[in-house]
Nanobody
């Protein structure tokens, strides 16, 4: 059975950095769409970063220049490096796998999800 186990969340001041990791079991990263999403109460889950086959990456406008997604296909591990964090980055963060044939933007296209980890940015 596929499991995605996430770690690395926490609380930091504005301008700080965090690195999230996601370890997959029962799932092969090769040829897969892997993504990071975030969600705050009352709002839709938002994709912030994608890594697609051939290591093509995509970022939400709010994350461009600050976040970096990467993966290790041998270890089946996904990372999200977050720099220059802002209060508006505060959310529950999830890793996800699936995305359909085009590695889509919508959360409903992803089949497998981590348990989530809280990221809080405040002064």
């Amino acid at each position: 059975q596929v499991q995605l186990v996430e770690s690395g969340g926490g609380s930091v001041q504005p301008g700080g950095s965090l690195r999230l990791s996601c370890k997959a079991s029962g799932y092969t990263f090769s040829g897969a769409c892997m993504a990071w999403f975030r969600q705050v109460p009352g709002k839709a889950r938002e994709r912030v970063a994608l890594i697609a086959p051939l290591d093509i990456t995509r970022y939400a406008e709010s994350a461009k220049g600050r976040f970096t997604i990467s993966r290790d296909n041998v270890k089946n591990t996904l990372w999200l490096q977050m720099n220059s964090l802002k209060p508006e980055d505060t959310a529950m963060y999830y890793c996800a796998a699936g995305g359909g044939v085009q590695c889509g933007l919508l959360a409903g296209l992803y089949d497998y999800w981590s348990q989530g980890t809280q990221v809080t940015i405040s002064s």
